[in-house]
């Protein structure tokens, strides 16, 4: 059995939010081109499964949180790990709005995108829509910053374990 030598390494905010991107842009792939193979051979509509769009928030928040603490024996805390999945979920949020744009922008269909803009609320209501999506985007920087936890506690419980076999 290997014995337990701390992670002494550091993880710069730039590196954990890279690995966060990039493993976000493959897991984001990975669900739309299972999706797509789910639909043509095996008949499921996909359409109806509004949890897809979690599955890649969840796999890069904790890919990102199983490195970080891999690499440092840690859990990402505090302030660093709110702010990596803060940074993560712009980052997720922008590659989704380049994807609607490049799909708009294939399929020539800027009409149908400006209907969108025909969804208004009048009057009272208007102050729910930007109280709605605050809400919204606070809901899943928390999960994003859950998912970081989730990756992490296993890596960081196997290393005390180990480290107290080790003994």
Do not use: C
């Amino acid at each position: 059995m290997d014995s337990y030598v701390p992670a002494t390494n550091t993880v710069s905010f730039g590196a954990a939010v890279f690995r966060f991107s990039w493993i976000y842009v493959l897991a984001a792939v990975a669900v739309v081109v299972i999706a797509f193979l789910l639909e043509a051979f095996l008949h499921i509509d996909m359409s109806k499964n509004s949890f897809l769009g979690v599955l890649p928030l969840m796999t890069a928040g904790s890919g990102t949180g199983k490195y970080y603490a891999t690499r440092t024996g840690t859990k990402p805390r505090g302030g660093k790990a709110w702010l990596i999945a803060l940074v993560g979920l712009v980052i997720s949020l922008a590659f989704n709005l380049a994807v609607v744009l490049g799909f708009v922008a294939l399929t020539d269909s800027w009409q149908e995108l400006g209907s969108l803009g025909s969804f208004r609320l009048r009057g009272e209501e208007q102050w729910l829509v930007p109280l709605v999506l605050g809400g919204l985007f606070l809901l899943f920087v928390a999960l994003t910053r859950l998912f970081l936890w989730m990756g992490a506690n296993p890596v960081v419980k196997k290393m005390r374990k180990d480290a107290t076999n080790a003994f």
